[in-house]
Each structure stands twice: as C-alpha cells, then as structure tokens.
C-alpha cells in the first residue's frame, strides 16, 4: 500500500512543474520511503537490513535532488530562450 502511494507520487513529481509542488511531493515521497523502511526494519528485526533500505531512500533522494534541479535548469534555459 505504501510502496504504491510512493509510485503515485512519483509519478505526479515527474508530471510537476511547480518547484514548490515538486519539494512538497519529494517530502512526501521521502517520508513514506522512510516509513516503508522503517517498517520492513520491524518486520526482519535486522540491521543489515535496516542499513540497506536507508542507503536505498537516501540515494533515492539524492536522485530526486538532481532531477528537480535539472528540469528546473531546462525551464530557466527556455524562459531566457525565449525572452
């Protein structure tokens, strides 16, 4: 249930063009990685495990990080583009 919340934000992050939505949606989708990571941690009851899934969501957010600052860049580049 949560891993598909996740799916379902990520794909309005993708289909966002507001930098302020698109922070808000990268909060989200990092809270409820963290949860389901958290979770799973409960679940196994091991820190391999636990060490893993956090390495996994903090190199999701990093990936998120890039792309927002990228499509940000492409929508910088085509205002002066057009001015």
């Given at each position: ?10 794909i ?6 507001i930098?302020r939505?698109?922070e ?35 190199n999701?957010?990093?990936?998120r ?15 002066q583009?057009?001015?």
């Open positions: 249930m949560l891993h598909d919340k996740i799916q379902e934000l990520e309005e992050l993708e289909d966002s063009n930098a939505e698109k808000v949606l990268v909060n989200e989708i990092d809270t409820l990685d963290c949860v389901l990571g958290h979770l799973f941690n409960l679940k196994s009851g091991g820190d391999e495990t636990r060490a893993t899934e956090t390495g996994g969501v903090n999701n957010f990093h990936q990080e890039k792309f927002i600052k990228t499509q940000d860049l492409e929508t910088k580049i085509s205002a583009i057009q001015n």
